[in-house]
């Protein structure tokens, strides 16, 4: 119920060929932005837009009163930031990705100037906070209240091709029309001569850097935390035994797999199967085996990115992991990555520790917290001694090589 991507139109020719270009098939237009997902399903993204359309910069946080009055604890957060639409969540509480969501406040709570919060959660103040929900906010917030909906989606396909600077072109047109007859009816009279300055366009450095950790990535805390909930879920299925949990990318769209596997002497498929249909899985049953697979909705590292020096994280991953766990094995790779600067490195590590309990998935979470790694796979195997796992995780860190 939230879009996956926002943005704003300047040309919306360029735009709806750009999102489609991106297998992004569906969207809402709202007060001057898009909002598209790959998926039809309806979005609080359109009213949400409307709401923080007359501020700046501001957030919402919503809980859906249809959900809630079911028992489900979501909640919808939409942050906008200079006019631009920085974050969006839809979920579970439980699910809220806290260290990309602390990145975002964090920006936002160093303005000093009066921060605008719609919401419809009753703010509670005390001497130093406003209390709004399970949120901390500054007493420079001032509270306004909103009541979000559902909005459909339409193809993109459907949208208005013409630009909001149709109508700028065509009077530029008329007065170039108009200088050229201007120009060819004194072409006798002298002109002087008109240099126009070369203006060089300013190139962004550690582009590669940008886009690794606000577009490609995957953050690790609230993956590998999320996987283990579902892991111990599935573990007190009756009748059947956990034997395996995953994260894996698709090769070719980069989305997050969730992957469980089970065995079961007897196949009791009753209590399985309400797990299924309760949490969104793709069941593959082989004898005695089940497979279980369902794609995620992965946020990325950061919202916005530095130029981190590697060395110094990859000795503080590998001296931490080593003191926490035993035996554990760590192989590091670098990456070929296209970079115009000659000082930047992308490494992946891959770490091996045997002799794992699931409990131990959140250690690891705990651990990585914080550090600049993406998470691209983990592998939680049962071990031949029937009585814990194997664990492997997949790494990837992008930075510099010194301290430019």
Do not use: C
Request: net charge neutral; charged share 25%; glycine share 4%.
């Amino acid at each position: 119920m939230q879009s996956d991507i926002i943005i704003e139109i300047i040309n919306i020719n360029k735009e709806i060929r750009s999102l489609r270009r991106d297998s992004f098939l569906f969207g809402i237009e709202e007060s001057g932005y898009i909002a598209a997902q790959k998926d039809s399903v309806a979005v609080y993204t359109g009213s949400a837009i409307r709401e923080l359309a007359p501020y700046k910069t501001g957030f919402i946080i919503f809980t859906p009163p249809q959900i809630e009055s079911e028992g489900l604890d979501f909640i919808y957060i939409l942050v906008k930031k200079n006019n631009s639409f920085i974050y969006e969540f839809f979920g579970e509480k439980a699910d809220l990705p806290i260290s990309v969501l602390k990145s975002v406040f964090e920006d936002l709570f160093r303005d000093k100037r009066e921060l605008v919060v719609l919401t419809n959660f009753e703010p509670i103040k005390s001497d130093y906070y406003f209390s709004v929900g399970d949120f901390l906010l500054p007493l420079n917030a001032s509270f306004h209240v909103v009541d979000l909906h559902l909005s459909e989606v339409i193809p993109l396909k459907s949208f208005k091709t013409k630009s909001k600077y149709f109508y700028f072109w065509f009077v530029g047109f008329l007065l170039l029309f108009v200088i050229a007859v201007s120009t060819f009816i004194t072409t006798n009279e002298k002109q002087p001569v008109v240099v126009t300055p070369i203006v060089k366009k300013k190139v962004e450095r550690y582009l590669s850097l940008k886009n690794f950790y606000t577009k490609n990535s995957v953050e690790a805390y609230s993956e590998i935390v999320s996987l283990y909930r579902q892991a111990n879920r599935a573990s007190l299925i009756n009748g059947w035994n956990l034997t395996g949990a995953f994260l894996t990318r698709d090769e070719n769209t980069g989305s997050l797999i969730e992957i469980l596997e089970l065995n079961s002497t007897y196949g009791e498929m009753k209590s399985l199967q309400s797990f299924i249909s309760e949490n969104g899985y793709i069941v593959d049953i082989q004898n005695n085996k089940a497979i279980l697979s369902r794609i995620k909705i992965k946020n990325p590292v950061f919202t916005n990115y530095a130029r981190f020096h590697v060395g110094s994280y990859q000795k503080a991953l590998t001296s931490g992991l080593n003191f926490y766990f035993d035996s554990v094995e760590t192989k590091t790779r670098d990456l070929k990555v296209k970079a115009a600067e000659k000082n930047v490195v992308f490494k992946e590590n891959t770490i091996n520790i045997p002799n794992q309990y699931l409990e131990d998935l959140v250690s690891i979470a705990g651990f990585i917290r914080g550090m600049p790694y993406s998470l691209e796979e983990i592998r939680f195997m049962k071990s031949q001694n029937e009585s814990s796992f194997s664990l492997s995780i997949k790494l990837v860190i992008a930075g510099v090589t010194d301290g430019s």
